[in-house]
């Protein structure tokens, strides 16, 4: 982890903060808030019940992998658990993917340039990607 990644500290703005194990043995909390009701919400097309995660200090892959499960499981009309870390932090993204995030996109905000990672339910994994499968009516 660079060490802007391990000395980031969680915003206001975030809910159900949650103390859980860090790194190596240290200290680290997650929280997260509606997409929309952060700095992403003019970085990426964010649907309604979008969620991000933030994070303080560095989480383990499983505490996050957990959490994040918990949330998919108490918000079931969400489509993807959004994480931005550090843009281009091939450590950082390396880190979140070990929790089951995806890398999708580098965006930019007003605080700054992230690369976003996203886990999503079983039932938007499941749904068609290509056009000729999508169910129309007629």
């Known amino acids: 982890m660079t060490d802007q990644t391990s000395r980031r500290t969680l915003p206001d703005g975030f809910d159900g903060i949650e103390a859980v194990p860090g790194i190596d043995g240290g200290d680290a909390v997650l929280g997260h808030r509606r997409a929309r009701n952060g700095e992403l919400r003019e970085a990426y097309p964010a649907g309604a019940h979008d969620i991000e995660l933030g994070y303080g200090g560095t989480p383990t892959p499983e505490a996050m992998a957990d959490y994040t499960a918990r949330l ?67």
Do not use: H, M
Not at 99 to 110: K, L, P, S
């Open 72 to 138: 998919l499981r108490a918000n079931t009309r969400c489509r993807r658990v959004v994480l931005p870390v550090p843009e281009l932090d091939l450590e950082a993204i390396a880190w979140a993917e070990d929790a089951g995030f995806r890398y999708v996109i580098d965006v930019e905000t007003y605080e700054g340039g992230y690369s976003l990672l996203v886990t999503e339910p079983q039932w938007v994994l499941d749904q068609p990607v290509i056009l000729e499968d999508i169910p129309l009516k007629e």
